[in-house]
């Protein structure tokens, strides 16, 4: 088959799902993932073949994509700060807002530090902070023994060294220990669950279906819980004058700014992501 015909084909299925814009921009990314190709090689190459062997894989791919299936479980990874991370089903899918929490937290550790990462899911935010700041000692947080396994083989075909290596303790964040090794930390950062059920309604069924509820909603009962328990970790291992970032959900900013601020954290603040959303609360112990 023609690789232009098989993109033809392809996006024209996909484009019930997602649209044809989205959907064409999905081929090409399949495309490109397990065939190594250009997203114009079959515009200047019109009579370039999938090969027998490849096509096979990219069939199996486009009926999981037809399924629903979100493409970086597809592919089994996901771009994030540079890099190239590990997902699949059971993890979390990192989302290029939370690069900017990364990038603020960074600005914190150019001399080294001690950083906590709760909720750490793919491990995505606490790499690019041990790989980016070299001299800085992070420990990511999870309950989920799944995502943990993730966060634990992120670049281990690369060759990371034992120092730049995040230690990952399994740990559920709502359960605030007494006491924590590592502690005082520097820096804290955390993507917790924040979206309300009763938004579900507004998602994507590829996320409803597909990334795991327990990385994603809180209940609307309570929808700050992880932000309290993310506060007490803070008030206990936090070093005086340490620095906090969270990313939070757009509707909740004040209320979340104000959680922090009755936990007596200082110089809160809302942020807003690239989209111009309050996207991220800072605070200072």
């Known amino acids: 088959m023609l690789l232009s015909q098989f993109i033809r084909e392809s996006t024209a299925a996909l484009g019930a799902l997602y649209g044809p814009r989205e959907a064409a921009g999905i081929v090409s990314r399949l495309c490109g993932e397990l065939l190594s190709v250009s997203s114009y090689a079959h515009i200047v190459e019109p009579g370039l073949e999938v090969s027998a062997e490849a096509l096979p894989l990219l069939q199996g791919a486009m009926e999981r994509l037809c399924g629903g299936e979100p493409l970086q479980y597809v592919t089994g990874v996901q771009e994030f700060c540079g890099r190239r991370f590990k997902v699949r089903p059971g993890v979390l899918i990192p989302r290029p807002e939370t690069e900017e929490l990364v990038a603020?937290?960074?600005?914190?550790?150019?001399?080294?530090?001690?950083?906590?990462?709760?909720?750490?899911?793919?491990?995505?935010?606490?790499?690019?902070?041990?790989?980016?700041?070299?001299?800085?000692?992070?420990?990511?947080?999870?309950?989920?023994?799944?995502?943990?396994?993730?966060?634990?083989?992120?670049?281990?075909?690369?060759?990371?060294?034992?120092?730049?290596?995040?230690?990952?303790?399994?740990?559920?964040?709502?359960?605030?220990?007494?006491?924590?090794?590592?502690?005082?930390?520097?820096?804290?950062?955390?993507?917790?669950?924040?979206?309300?059920?009763?938004?579900?309604?507004?998602?994507?069924?590829?996320?409803?279906?597909?990334?795991?509820?327990?990385a994603l909603f809180v209940p609307d009962s309570d929808p700050l819980v992880f932000y309290r328990a993310i506060a007490l970790w803070a008030v206990?291992?936090?070093?005086?004058?340490?620095?906090?970032?969270?990313?939070?959900?757009?509707?909740?900013?004040?209320?979340?700014?104000?959680?922090?601020?009755?936990?007596?954290?200082?110089?809160?603040k809302i942020q807003r992501d690239f989209r111009q959303k309050e996207r991220f609360v800072s605070f200072l112990k």
């Open 236 to 268: 206990r291992f936090l070093a005086p004058g340490g620095f906090g970032i969270v990313e939070i959900n757009e509707a909740l900013g004040a209320e979340c700014a104000a959680l922090f601020e009755n936990a007596g954290l200082a110089n809160v």
């Open 104 to 214: 603020t937290a960074a600005e914190r550790l150019r001399g080294g530090g001690r950083v906590l990462d709760l909720c750490t899911g793919s491990g995505c935010i606490a790499w690019s902070l041990a790989l980016d700041c070299p001299e800085a000692k992070v420990t990511g947080v999870d309950i989920s023994d799944e995502a943990l396994a993730v966060a634990r083989e992120q670049f281990s075909a690369e060759g990371a060294s034992a120092e730049e290596r995040p230690t990952f303790v399994k740990q559920d964040v709502l359960q605030v220990p007494e006491s924590f090794e590592g502690a005082p930390f520097d820096v804290i950062t955390a993507n917790p669950p924040y979206i309300r059920e009763s938004e579900k309604a507004l998602m994507h069924t590829n996320v409803l279906e597909f990334e795991p509820s327990l």
